[in-house]
């Protein structure tokens, strides 16, 4: 089946750890994304990427890092410079970086900082 | 970006229809209109996607006024698990513009 997947569903890190969370898609789509969504508040948009070997700060990029090597893949690091990282993470992808595409979102996974 | 205003809540009974509507004063003339569905501890769920008068599919209405500076998303006869958080986005068609900006979404309570 076609989808997007990120692994693992649940994540416990030490503090001062660096921590990375896998996104892979196989919808043959050229965007994705990386969301953080904290108890109760929206989605706020961490990095994106538009094609492979390119990708773009968004709104609270501070403390994480991502690579985009192969379409198919967007992993995100979480560095020991992140200094909340306990949320919920969501990863997504469309056909493009476009307002008229349908995005496709992952089941997410769940970071605890201990 | 245009940008989005919804009500933080609202609250409704089985089988009633529910309409949220979302206020986008400065959509662009390229913008389209899309509503996502989020459910607790999932990632958002394309629901319906616009771009003037009125769309419908199988799941809920969008009707869109003329000016299109607003839209509203209609659900007919909700049930529990309609319970969910449901987010207006607005973005052009063309590629190098950020087009999934969330807010902060409406927190629609379905109740028995």
């Known amino acids: 089946d076609g989808g997007i997947t990120q692994s693992p569903k649940y994540l416990f890190r030490k503090e001062g750890q660096n921590v990375t969370l896998s996104c892979e898609q196989n919808?043959?789509?050229?965007?994705m994304y990386w969301y953080r969504q904290d108890p109760g508040q929206g989605l706020r948009l961490i990095y994106y990427?538009?094609?492979?070997?390119?990708?773009q700060k968004g709104d609270i990029a501070e403390g994480y890092s991502v690579s985009r090597e192969k379409k198919e893949s967007f992993p995100l690091t979480v560095t020991s410079a992140q200094k909340n990282p306990t949320a919920f993470y969501l990863c997504?992808?469309?056909?493009?970086?476009?307002?008229?595409?349908?995005?496709?979102f992952g089941q997410g996974t769940r970071l605890t900082v201990v | 970006l245009a940008k989005t205003t919804q009500p933080i809540s609202m609250d409704s009974y089985e089988g009633q229809e529910v309409n949220i509507t979302c206020s986008h004063n400065?959509?662009?003339?390229?913008?389209?209109i899309t509503w996502y569905q989020q459910f607790p501890s999932q990632g958002p769920r394309f629901i319906i996607q616009?771009?003037?008068t009125k769309v419908t599919n199988e799941v809920a209405s969008l009707f869109i006024p003329a000016d299109r500076k607003s839209s509203t998303l209609s659900l007919p006869r909700v049930s529990l698990s309609d319970t969910a958080v449901y987010y207006c986005?607005?973005?052009?068609?063309?590629?190098?513009?950020?087009?999934?900006?969330f807010g902060s979404g409406t927190r629609l309570q379905v109740q028995p």
């Open positions: 616009g771009y003037k």
């Open positions: 990427s538009q094609i492979v070997n390119d990708f």
């Open positions: 400065n959509i662009a003339t390229n913008d389209y």
């Open positions: 986005l607005v973005g052009a068609p063309r590629a190098g513009r950020r087009a999934l900006t």
């Open positions: 997504a992808s469309s056909i493009a970086d476009r307002g008229d595409t349908e995005a496709f």
């Open positions: 919808l043959n789509h050229d965007a």
